[in-house]
């Protein structure tokens, strides 16, 4: 039996792609298959082969999570299961030269932890509303920073000044 996975962005198109997908038994919740969603040649999400005598749970590994419950399959049938899973960037960055070693920022959506992410990185995350709170001294906390379907959001921290006191 066939399947495919739409991952939809904020237009409803299925072109979001490159995200690992865990499916797992929907009875027993074992791990069954792991894949990476791409796109074939003619830019429509590829078709998978899986066993058509169970019930999947997917869960697709974007920043934060989604899931795909109770997909039931039929044999010989061509079945396509979707979700909202528009993303853009998030790039944090240092102005200059930096003594923070390891810099790292906690990303939150709705008081929720997404995720830590290192700072002079770029990674994906939904579109949405999110919190960031970086781990410098004293710290540096943003709210209602926007993601954007297929935009990179930048953000510069200004670079670390010194005290010496005599």
């Known amino acids: ?27 027993n919740k074992s791990i069954k298959y792991n894949i990476i969603h791409t796109l ?5 999400p590829d078709t998978l082969f899986v066993d ?3 019930k999947y749970d997917i869960k697709i590994h974007t920043l934060p999570a989604k899931e795909i419950n109770n997909i039931e399959l039929i044999p010989g049938k061509h079945i396509i299961a ?3 899973a528009g993303q853009g960037s998030l790039k944090i960055s240092i102005n200059g030269t ?16 997404i995720n ?12 949405g509303i999110y919190q960031i709170e970086i781990l410098t001294c004293p710290r540096i ?7 954007l379907q297929s ?12 005290l010496q006191v005599n």
């Not at 237009?11 to 792609?17: G, H, L």
């Not at 074939?40 to 429509?44: E, F, L, M, P, Y």
């Not at 830590?116 to 579109?127: D, I, S």
């Not at 935009?151 to 010194?162: D, E, L, V």
């Open 82 to 84: 979707a979700t909202s």
């Open 151 to 162: 935009q990179q959001n930048i953000i510069n921290i200004p670079a670390a000044g010194t």
């Open 1 to 27: 039996t066939s399947l495919q996975v739409n991952l939809l962005n904020e237009a409803e198109k299925p072109i979001e792609t490159n995200a690992n997908m865990t499916f797992y038994d929907h009875e």
């Open 141 to 147: 906390i943003l709210k209602d920073v926007n993601i």
């Open 98 to 113: 930096s003594k923070y070693k390891n810099l790292q920022a906690i990303i939150k959506q709705k008081n929720q932890i």
């Open 40 to 44: 074939n040649a003619s830019g429509n």
């Open 52 to 54: 058509p005598q169970k």
């Open 116 to 127: 830590v992410q290192n700072v002079n990185t770029t990674l994906n995350y939904l579109t």
